[in-house]
């Protein structure tokens, strides 16, 4: 099996860390959602020992790279990947365990508004009260894009996929609301990046 690596993962894998020891909690597992290559999720495992992780994704590729990053890395809190797609109703349900947070890198700009509202739901229907839901990537802000290469970026994908492009947090904002979350104020990271922390809110939809 091949160990695939991003260079932008290497890069980012640190960064993110820092912020994931705040905001993540105790104890519990952690799920992460379009895992990629594996590279974030044996980074996590191993600077938050006291946490478990199930990495994710659709592609069996990236399960692949996936699971040769755990095979080299031998860490004892890492479950084998999982086939997921947030665009398939009901995909949380094939989770037996209960999840105390989930983790999202660079997904919701190269994919379909489907599967940011896939991941909603679903997250939603798994995470207790003030459980976090953590996303990373670029975002347009109340329309405007922090930097150019943000905005290049952005055309790039359209033109490669007419349903991706950078999102505006915005909107983001919206559709985590309608689904039980509340935003906290996004964390500035490198490259003109953000990390979005949702807390799920502690009785949505009670009358």
């Known amino acids: ?45 191993d600077g938050l020992p006291h946490l478990r992780f199930l990495p994710s994704d659709p592609s069996a590729e990236a399960r692949e790279s996936i699971a040769a990053h755990l095979a080299h890395a031998a860490l004892s809190n890492v479950l084998l990947p999982r086939a997921l797609d947030v665009t398939s109703s ?61 905005e290049a970026f952005s055309r790039d994908l359209a033109s490669r996929n007419p349903a991706w492009g950078v999102r505006d947090i915005d909107e983001v904002a919206e559709a985590a609301g309608s689904a039980g979350f509340t935003m906290e104020e996004p964390v500035a990271m490198p490259a003109n990046n953000h990390v979005v922390v949702l807390r799920r809110a502690e009785r949505h939809g009670a009358a």
């Open 1 to 45: 099996m091949i160990r695939a690596k991003s260079p932008a993962a290497e890069r980012n894998k640190g960064p993110i860390l820092e912020v994931l020891r705040r905001v993540l909690p105790a104890e519990g597992l952690v799920l992460e959602i379009a895992s990629g290559s594996g590279q974030h999720v044996v980074h996590f495992a």
């Open 90 to 150: 009901g995909w949380e349900a094939s989770i037996d365990e209960a999840l105390a947070a989930i983790v999202c890198i660079n997904m919701i700009h190269i994919a379909p508004l489907e599967a940011m509202y896939g991941l909603f739901r679903g997250a939603a229907a798994r995470l207790g009260p003030g459980a976090p839901l953590v996303l990373y990537g670029p975002y347009r802000f109340h329309g405007a894009f922090l930097a150019p290469s943000n």
